[in-house]
């Protein structure tokens, strides 16, 4: 899962994004030899889980 896909999935500008992943809130993000940030999907439904077994 991309940034732009996570940010769209979850309704979130880049610098809520940005915020979150410095307070170390949301699923694990790896960096690419680009650069760029990826989630697997996987951690990202076990975040989500996560949040709707804490509500």
């Known amino acids: 899962m991309t940034v732009a896909e ?4 979850m309704g ?3 610098s809520t ?9 949301g699923p694990k993000w790896w960096p ?4 760029s940030l990826r ?8 975040w ?3 949040l709707e077994a804490a509500a």
Do not use: H, T, Y
Request: aromatic share 12%; proline share 3%; glycine share 6%.
């Open 39 to 46: 989630c697997r999907r996987s951690s990202f439904e076990q």
């Open 12 to 14: 979130i500008a880049r």
């Open 17 to 25: 994004f940005d915020d979150w992943r410095a307070k170390g809130k």
């Open 6 to 9: 996570f940010m769209q999935v």
């Open 48 to 50: 989500i889980n996560s």
């Open 32 to 35: 690419l030899p680009n650069g």
